[in-house]
């Protein structure tokens, strides 16, 4: 079994998209006008409309409700990435050291998502990340 992507499923498809090609550096694959993907070296970010769900089943999904969901990026600088999109974002948090030897720091997306950007910096991290 291979995990394939994480999809969120957003009330405004445009504006969400735009948002995490902002954060990314990536241009977004629009397979639909209500479906697109950012597709990244190790995972790829899915981004479906509200209209997406009715394709699955009525009401299994809804926009602006995440509260569990953390969704992490891997960046090669998270305090050159914080100086670069500060004004452009709320951010939740400034990096710190995290107990786990990656220094992280989070951001929300326009619908309310937890984004975390982090760089790992202690030896162990470092060598946790390496074969990844």
């Not at 597709?39 to 009525?58: D, Q």
């Not at 999904?61 to 709320?90: G, H």
Request: a negative charge.
């Amino acid at each position: 079994m291979k995990l394939a992507s994480t999809r969120l499923i957003v009330a405004d498809v445009k504006k969400v998209v735009g948002f995490y090609e902002m954060v990314t550096g990536r241009a977004a694959e629009w397979l639909a006008p209500v479906f697109a993907e950012i597709v990244t070296p190790a995972a790829t970010l899915a981004i479906g409309s509200a209209e997406t769900v009715a394709l699955f089943r009525e009401g299994s999904a809804e926009p602006c409700a995440n509260r569990s969901l953390v969704l992490e990026f891997q960046v090669d600088d998270v305090d050159a990435e914080f100086a670069r999109l500060r004004d452009k974002v709320e951010v939740v948090h400034e990096p710190k050291l995290m107990p786990w030897g990656n220094r992280a720091g989070q951001i929300r997306d326009p619908e309310g998502t937890l984004v975390s950007l982090y760089t790992p910096v202690t030896d162990m991290a470092k060598q946790r990340f390496a074969g990844r």
